[in-house]
């Protein structure tokens, strides 16, 4: 990566006064996070799954939980567990820095369910988790709108060898079986986060002169239109990502083809 295109897009940082950051997979992968988009990678950490060809797509879904169901809270019983084990990096609190001292005013805008954002200390009325958060659950059932933090761990029991959960966390309300507080994959039945959304629209309101994407996949671009809608409003964008196909839709001149950490590291030695 050329010293320039970094002294570039720090340049950038240093004049910007409101700032949205995009945040998606890549941000959490270096803190050991799975992105679950690599199937092989998925199959070596659920063999059972693969026996029943069940994909991470198939798990993460409300027909999972009612059909599945031991199989769906397993999954994301070992997901909770995971993000329990590791820690955010070094590049979550630096961005924590900047929003703190260096811009008048910024936002979290995160497709990512592990919570490390406000886990690293983000401001919570600062980020909007657009996905949900495998730290809060809601009814399975609906039978309210309601929702509520749920940071126990381990939650459910878990046995590893055939990747089935049981002793399932039950709805406040109704007693009936929670589920995730998360927008799944085929989900009609997520309640949403109503604070969080206001939250987001009201930064809105005033356009923000520098976007800051990480980590996209592409394959479910949330973040990448955000950010295409704002650079066609004169917004510059600085796409971090290792992978240079992740830059198509934004094609931004300010593309750092970094992992997360590292990106975020370099900037801000360069904003020294």
């Known amino acids: 990566m050329p010293d320039s295109k970094i002294q570039e897009a720090a340049a950038l940082i240093s004049n910007a006064r409101r700032v949205l950051f995009l945040t998606s997979a890549g941000m959490s992968a270096d803190s050991n996070i799975p992105t679950f988009r690599d199937k092989e990678g998925y199959w070596n950490n659920f063999p059972p799954f693969k026996e029943k060809n069940l994909e991470a797509q ?80 809601q009814c399975l059932d609906t039978c309210s709108y309601g929702f509520w933090d749920e940071p126990a761990v381990p939650l459910c029991d878990l046995d590893y060898d ?15 079986i929670a589920r995730p507080h998360i927008l799944m994959f085929g989900d009609g039945e997520y309640v949403g986060h109503p604070e969080q959304e206001e939250n987001f629209a009201i930064f809105l309101q005033e356009l923000p002169d520098l976007v800051i994407m990480v980590g996209s996949s592409g394959s479910v671009p949330t973040n990448d239109y955000i950010a295409l809608g704002l650079q066609d409003r004169e917004t510059k964008v600085i796409n971090i990502n290792p992978d240079p196909s992740t830059n198509r839709i934004v094609e931004t ?20």
């Open 162 to 176: 055939t990747m089935k959960a049981s002793n399932y966390p039950s709805c406040w309300q109704c007693r009936g």
């Open 58 to 137: 198939d798990l993460a879904s409300p027909w999972a939980f009612r059909n599945e169901l031991q199989h769906a809270w397993a999954f994301y019983e070992w997901r909770r567990r995971n993000a329990e084990e590791n820690q955010p990096h070094e590049g979550y609190h630096i961005v924590n820095e900047w929003m703190e001292s260096r811009f008048h005013d910024s936002f979290i805008h995160t497709t990512n369910t592990d919570g490390f954002h406000i886990k690293s200390g983000a401001p919570e009325n600062k980020v909007k988790e657009v996905h949900g958060s495998m730290w809060r659950l």
């Open 253 to 272: 001149p300010y593309f750092l083809e970094l992992k997360s950490e590292e990106a975020f590291v370099k900037l801000d030695a360069a904003l020294d």
